[in-house]
Structure formats: structure tokens, C-alpha cells
């Protein structure tokens, strides 16, 4: 994630959180106060060796990342259209109960990555 110009993950004495990469925004987990909800990254980053990229997703919680995983079923039609092969980034919300993942959607708007060369 520290190709990512836009969103990092982060960590202090509360735990792990999402944060914009000017701090302006967090995204701590409300499942860590007995809510029903996590956030979770989902991003297009490039590979550590410059061959291509690939994609990455992690929620703060498990239910995060099943909610970024669902949140990229639903959306690789529209993700594809709008930036094909190009890097991006996003932070998910994803609503859960005890049957699985209910709903996702986007925390943030997505961010398109400029490729510095």
C-alpha cells in the first residue's frame, strides 16, 4: 500500500484504522464497538517487482475484506469500464449480521492513480 498516493493504513493505541494520506479523514472499525459494520481496503496497486499490477484487498475486520470481495463482484463491470488496467483505490463499507456480509458500498470516491515515471 505505500504505492497508494491517496489512502494508507495505519495503527496506534486503538488499533488499526484506514486514514486519507493527508489525515484528513479516518476510518476506524465500528465492529470494534459491537456495531455491524467494518471498513476495508480495496485498491489496484503495482507489483513490488514493476512487472504490472495487481489487486489488493484488506478490511480491518474479516468481514471487511469479505466486504470488499463482494463490493469487487459487484462492481468489476463498472470498475473495468471507467479505469480498465489503470491503479485506483478505495475504502469500503460493509454492513454484516451473523448470516454473512448485507451490504457494501463506498466509503470514498474511488481514486485513479497518476503513474509517476
Same mark, same amino acid.
Given at each position: 500500500m505505500e504505492a497508494d498516493p491517496h489512502l494508507r493504513f495505519k495503527v496506534d493505541d486503538? !488499533?488499526?484504522f484506514l486514514s486519507t494520506a493527508d489525515g484528513s479523514q479516518e476510518f476506524r472499525?465500528? /465492529?470494534d464497538n459491537g456495531e455491524n459494520f467494518d471498513y476495508a481496503y480495496l !485498491? /489496484?496497486?503495482? /507489483?513490488p517487482d514493476g512487472k504490472g499490477t495487481f489487486?489488493?484487498? @484488506?478490511g480491518i475486520h474479516a468481514q471487511g475484506t469479505l466486504g470488499a470481495a463482494q463490493y469487487l463482484a459487484e462492481s468489476l463491470p463498472m470498475l473495468y469500464k471507467d479505469f480498465k488496467t489503470h491503479r485506483f483505490s478505495? #475504502?469500503?463499507? @460493509? $454492513?454484516?449480521?451473523?448470516?454473512?456480509?448485507?451490504? #457494501? !458500498?463506498q466509503a470514498t470516491p474511488i481514486y485513479r492513480? $497518476? #503513474?509517476v515515471k
Open positions: 486503538s !488499533g488499526w472499525s465500528p /465492529r !485498491g /489496484r496497486l503495482p /507489483r489487486l489488493y484487498m @484488506a478505495v #475504502v469500503i463499507k @460493509a $454492513e454484516f449480521n451473523r448470516q454473512g456480509v448485507q451490504s #457494501v !458500498g492513480h $497518476e #503513474v
